[in-house]
T-cell receptor, first 113, second 112 residues
Framework: DAGVIQSPRHEVTEMGQEVTLRCKPI?????LFWYRQTMMRGLELLIY????????DSGMPEDRFSAKMPNASFSTLKIQPSEPRDSAVYFC???????????FGPGTRLTVL | RKEVEQDPGPFNVPEGATVAFNCTYS??????FFWYRQDCRKEPKLLMS?????NEDGRFTAQLNRASQYISLLIRDSKLSDSATYLC?????????????WGLGTSLAVNP
């Protein structure tokens, strides 16, 4: 199994631009999580999906952030418009029905100038 | 008080030492607990779940103290390869209603 796949691995963009992060979970996993990690705030859960349905998006910072999961093998996290304070590492993780272990992708390192 | 708190460290220990980390949580209704390990510029990976009765995996022992609301991780005979950040995770949701709160992590450096 290839594990959780994220793209791009690095993204540098200018303030105001739209950013789209992509995630392919492990096949057969039914839960998908989007996290943001910074030095100051650590790992923050933004949103998670169960069977492609958003269950809790209370961690999404504001309306500039949106996430979709159109099918079991793909999810996107979009920031529009991006701001410098959005600079962070964004992780996607997936989990099976046992709820016992989250498998993380390698992350997308986002820099907004 | 933060929902999940860890001593950020860094803990600097020599090879072979025993080191212990604690993680406190504020929500007494928390259901499940985990320790993850994160290497520098890498993704977190599950180290071990924490069970009510305590559990051991080789050199690693995890304990849960519900009365005092903390979990602990003990590493015996530490190796250079144990150098990493250790994150505790607390789930205070139930079933599919997950409420996962992550600590900021404790940094461990094992020195030769």
């Amino acid at each position: 199994d290839a594990g959780v796949i994220q793209s791009p691995r690095h993204e540098v963009t200018e303030m105001g631009q739209e950013v789209t992060l992509r995630c392919k979970p492990i096949s057969g996993h039914n839960s998908l999580f989007w996290y943001r990690q910074t030095m100051m705030r650590g790992l923050e859960l933004l949103i998670y999906f169960n069977n492609n349905v958003p269950i809790d998006d209370s961690g999404m910072p504001e309306d500039r952030f949106s996430a979709k999961m159109p099918n079991a093998s793909f999810s996107t996290l979009k920031i529009q418009p991006s701001e410098p304070r959005d600079s962070a590492v964004y992780f996607c993780a997936s989990e099976g029905t046992d709820h016992n272990e989250q498998f993380f992708g390698p992350g997308t390192r986002l820099t907004v100038l | 008080r933060k929902e999940v708190e860890q001593d950020p460290g860094p803990f600097n220990v020599p090879e072979g030492a025993t080191v212990a980390f604690n993680c406190t949580y504020s929500n007494s209704a928390s259901q499940s607990f985990f320790w993850y390990r994160q290497d520098c510029r890498k993704e977190p990976k599950l180290l071990m779940s924490v069970y009510s009765s305590g559990n051991e995996d080789g050199r690693f022992t995890a304990q849960l103290n519900r009365a005092s609301q903390y979990i602990s991780l003990l590493i015996r005979d530490s190796k250079l390869s144990d150098s990493a950040t250790y994150l505790c995770v607390v789930n205070s949701g139930a079933g599919n209603n997950r409420k996962l709160i992550w600590g900021l992590g404790t940094s461990l450096a094992v020195n030769p």
